[in-house]
């Protein structure tokens, strides 16, 4: 069983930032390929934000893309998202997964709450 565990959310004004940051509990091994970041927003359905490849090669969904980063650190097997110019519209909670398929149980989430 590979449990994902996101942190890093909170509540922060419009055009502020936040970094989340997505590790895994596993006593099985983790082979920490293609990763992504996926938020659901109050009312919607969950969606991919951004992913990257193994290599670190990245993408990211048009309505964060110049705003949000994704990173990865492969030796500590941490997945980040570095979250700039955050608008009420990004107030989700952000869920970190394989990509393009989330093959992982879902975590519980990080709550990213940005005001206007």
């Known amino acids: 069983q590979v449990q994902l565990v996101e942190s890093g959310g909170g509540l922060v004004q419009a055009g502020g930032s936040l970094r989340l940051s997505c590790v895994a509990n596993?006593?099985?091994?983790?082979?920490?390929?293609?990763m992504g970041w996926y938020r659901q927003a109050p009312g919607k359905q969950r969606e991919l934000v951004a992913h990257?490849?193994?290599?670190?090669?990245?993408g990211y969904a048009d309505s964060v893309k110049d705003r949000f980063t994704i990173s990865r650190e492969n030796r500590k097997k941490i997945l980040h998202l570095q979250m700039n110019e955050l608008k009420p519209e990004d107030t989700a909670v952000y869920y970190c997964?394989?990509?393009?398929?989330?093959?992982?149980?879902w975590g519980q989430g990080a709550q990213v709450s940005v005001s206007s």
């Open positions: 990257i490849d193994i290599s670190g090669d990245t």
């Open positions: 596993t006593d099985r091994i983790f082979s920490f390929n293609n």
């Open positions: 997964n394989g990509f393009p398929a989330p093959i992982y149980s």
